[in-house]
């Protein structure tokens, strides 16, 4: 823990994170959803540029250096990365197009957003099959990703099926919410 206060990756992230709730303050939402959608959309666009070679040369030319296990780490996690951040980049797109054109909501709201929350998901889940990422050895990884795909479904059934009325929490943050 001492070593976690220490990091300065830490409080670097937490001073930007105050210094972002300060400029949405003083901004109006429309403006503070354009300026978050902005960020997330160039860096995530950048980042996916960037791993894309990456990704596609771990998996045509494994490091010798490495052990089978290891290039296999390094695959999962660069590609999960083109993958999630690729998708949350064209996400981020439709979304700042919504907002600068003012469209109906169900610009935002449709099966292609759906696509890419699910691109963005597969991306995040090939971080959890990276080997060693959630538990060692081949099988015990398969059981607790199907344990994690197992989870996913039955609340999608729940969700579809018995929604909760969650108007009571909404009531209830509300008048936390800054605008």
Sequence with gaps: MVRLAKSYHVWI?????????????IF????????ANSLLMVISG??????????I??????????????????????YGIVLGWGDTFLWRLLIMLWLLTDQRPALVNN??????????????????????????????RVLACAAVVAVSVALSVLLIHSP??????????EPYAPR
Aim: glycine letters at 8%; hydrophobic letters at 50%.
């Design 13 to 25: 992230s937490i001073g930007l994170f105050i210094a972002f709730c300060i400029g949405a303050s």
């Design 28 to 35: 109006n939402v429309r403006s503070t959803l354009i300026i």
């Design 57 to 78: 040369r771990s998996m045509r030319y494994p490091d010798p250096r490495l052990t089978a296990d290891e290039n296999s780490r390094v695959q999962h996690i660069t």
């Design 111 to 140: 099966d292609v957003l759906s696509g890419l929350y699910a691109g963005a998901a597969l991306g995040a889940f090939y971080h959890l099959t990276s080997p060693g990422a959630m538990a060692k050895g081949f099988w015990p």
């Design 46 to 55: 950048t980042v996916a540029f960037v791993y894309l070679p990456k990704a």
């Design 164 to 173: 909760p009325d969650l108007t009571w929490l909404a009531i209830l943050l």
